[in-house]
């Protein structure tokens, strides 16, 4: 993904394990949440669609 890239070279620039933590997180990220994003998810569509029919 996008962050791959930044977090090998936080894991290079950065010492004692504290790039490896930035990179994992920058990959979740990008696993996660932003190819939903550039897909057209919205965070909003959950609230809207299936937990405002629970509510009813």
């Known amino acids: 993904g996008i962050f791959t890239g ?3 070279i936080a894991d290079a620039v950065a010492t004692r394990g504290i790039g490896t933590v930035i990179g994992l997180g920058l990959g979740a ?4 949440y932003l ?21 009813k």
Do not use: R, Y
Request: hydrophobic share 45%; no cysteine; proline share 4%.
């Open 6 to 8: 930044a977090g090998i």
């Open 29 to 32: 990220l990008d696993t996660f």
């Open 35 to 55: 190819d939903k994003l550039i897909s057209g998810w919205k965070p909003n569509q959950f609230i809207e669609d299936e937990v405002k029919e629970l509510l």
